[in-house]
């Protein structure tokens, strides 16, 4: 792998799911992130055991999704994912089963959400991903605007439902209630098969203590926070 792994952290990256027969095209790998781990690579295998290991990312990524269209049909695959924290590496994840859709076959992803059958078919959720957030400086000071660039990304052959975005200031990289809500917008949908930069501005909170915070992007496919695909990044506050 060339990833030096540190014998003496416990945590591995969780909650791994491939889709099983959903897309013919790609097989879609999903996972969570640790607190404090905002870099990721992806590793497939033929077998649990790790057999004919390749990696499938090129370098270090801050997306918590990939995409593998160079998956064949009629195999089966096994997924599996390495976090860092930018210094030490968790050890290499549990190994999760993907494949692409068969022909004789329509299969639904348990992990996806149905939405109305009659508008998307085969009980499949069309949603948005945040591939990348990009801040224009990494230190602000509280009170002050910060430029955001979020590459969002639309997979699916159909247009996206509405999609909610929402950008929270957070004390590490897993969205929850606690965190502190910057802004909230509301868009129709996405074009299918779309790749977008958006730009926009948020103001920090005057009372935020001197340290290290996370901009968290959230989009949540018709206004539903709990499906909702994330994306962040690190920036720093000083004393005013």
């Not at 004919?52 to 801050?62: A, G, R, V």
């Not at 996806?112 to 069309?126: E, R």
């Not at 992007?217 to 004393?239: C, H, R």
């Amino acid at each position: 792998m060339g990833v030096g792994m540190d014998s003496n952290q416990s945590n591995t990256i969780a909650n791994i799911n491939a889709s099983d027969g959903v897309y013919d095209k790609f097989v879609l790998i999903r996972w969570e992130a640790l607190e404090h781990t905002g870099n990721f690579r992806l590793f497939r295998a033929l077998s649990t055991t790790g057999a004919s290991m390749q990696e499938l990312t090129k370098n270090w990524q801050k997306s918590t999704w990939f995409c593998d269209y160079s998956a064949e049909k009629g195999r089966d695959y096994y997924y599996a994912v390495l976090g860092s924290d930018g210094k030490t590496s968790t050890p290499l994840s549990g190994f999760d089963k993907g494949f692409l859709k068969k022909d004789d076959k329509v299969a639904n992803d348990e992990s996806l959400s149905a939405v109305t059958p009659d508008k998307y078919a085969s009980g499949k959720q069309i949603f948005v991903l945040v591939s990348d957030v990009v801040a224009d400086s990494s230190t602000y000071k509280a009170g002050t605007a910060a430029q955001l660039l979020i590459g969002l990304q639309n997979i699916f052959d159909e247009p996206t439902p509405r999609t909610d975005i929402r950008i929270y200031l957070s004390s590490d990289t897993v969205w929850d209630f606690d965190d502190k809500l910057l802004i909230y917008k509301v868009y129709s949908g996405f074009p299918a098969n779309m790749k977008v930069p958006l730009a926009e501005t948020v103001l920090l909170p005057v009372d935020l203590l001197s340290g290290t915070y996370h901009v968290l992007v959230v989009a949540a496919p018709e206004g539903n926070i709990l499906n909702a695909k994330t994306g962040s990044t690190m920036i720093n506050i000083s004393g005013q």
